[in-house]
């Protein structure tokens, strides 16, 4: 799908089905301000993060790559009153920006941020997530996933976004660069998803995947 169409259909789904409360416009405007508005899901992408967050029952969360916060918010606002999500993040000042905006929002009793790396907080946090959400960075992405399978509640659900990586699984001749690291561990997170036999797997078709 081209970008331009998936902007039509964005449009679409958002007049229907996406509707940005205070908080997340916050958000959204504070992104636009720092020059980092993009980077972000989208809105639809954050709807159907809460979608899954309220038909998988989820109690539990862990996320791994935060920015300012969009996609906490977003499924913070599926949890139940007693929900919690621990969501790590590794670069200080987005750290400071995302405690900032979530502060202010009418989930941050929900929300529990940690500034660090993944990698040495995740085996430190001793949860069973019902759901976990990777958006960090592509290297890793093999590490996240191994802590994932192993850290899951029975009936959980991991997801991972930008699974594509910006269209170098499709178009390995792309002019634009990534690291040969970057590609082998988003190819083991997809294979490796798609081949165990415990696990029920799909990749979402959105633009980044």
Not at 54 to 71: C, D, F, H, N
């Amino acid at each position: 799908m081209s970008r331009e169409t998936l902007s039509k259909s964005e449009t679409y789904i958002n007049r229907y089905f996406v509707k940005d409360d205070l908080d997340l416009v916050r958000v959204r405007e504070a992104l636009k301000v720092d020059g980092k508005f993009g980077i972000n899901v989208s809105g639809a992408e954050g709807k159907f993060l809460q979608f899954l967050v309220g038909v998988s029952r989820a109690k539990t969360i862990v996320e791994i790559g935060v920015l300012y916060g969009y996609s906490t918010l977003w499924m913070a606002k599926g949890l139940p009153a007693d929900g919690t999500i621990i969501a790590i993040e590794k670069d200080k000042k987005n750290f400071d920006r995302a405690s900032e905006l979530i502060k202010n929002s009418n989930v941050s009793s929900k929300i529990h941020l940690i500034n660090g790396d993944a990698r040495e907080v995740l085996p430190q946090i001793g949860l069973t997530p019902d759901l976990i959400f990777i958006d960090a960075d592509k290297s890793n992405y093999r590490h996240y996933l191994d802590w994932a399978m192993k850290a899951i509640n029975v009936g959980g659900v991991i997801i991972g976004d930008n699974t594509f990586l910006f269209g170098h699984l499709i178009d390995e001749d792309r002019g634009e660069k990534t690291s040969p690291t970057a590609i082998e561990s988003m190819k083991y997170f997809n294979e490796t998803l798609a081949a165990a036999p415990n696990f029920r797997s799909i990749m979402v078709p959105t633009y980044e995947g």
